[in-house]
């Protein structure tokens, strides 16, 4: 990343962030859309603060469960193994401090 003057350094592009996270800039993407990381859309594209990312994927993994809500009237539903995709890659780097 080269610093351009009056760039905030800690704001950083799809690809800038995807290089960080060792993820591609479409997962990146997917998971901005997704709302699981915090993302300013710029256009057709997205900004992303480096500390806000990485505050939110130190977060330990939440996984929606119909137990979890005591004001369904639904049976809870037997806990279904954790996908480990890229999601819980991002968070387990942002945690060790990879490529800080």
Do not use: C
């Not at 997205?46 to 939110?56: G, I, L």
């Amino acid at each position: 990343m080269t610093d351009t003057p009056g760039r905030d350094p800690d704001v950083l592009t799809t690809a800038e962030l995807a290089t960080k996270l060792g993820l591609s800039p479409q997962t990146v993407r997917r998971m901005a859309n997704a709302g699981q990381i915090p993302a300013l859309k710029t256009g057709k594209d997205f900004r992303y603060s480096w500390e806000a990312v990485r505050q939110v994927l130190r977060q330990p993994h939440q996984q929606g469960d119909a137990a979890d809500d005591p004001q369904t009237d639904q049976p809870a539903r037997p806990a279904q193994p954790s996908r480990k995709g890229a999601g819980y890659r991002a968070q387990r780097r942002a945690r060790t401090g990879a490529q800080d």
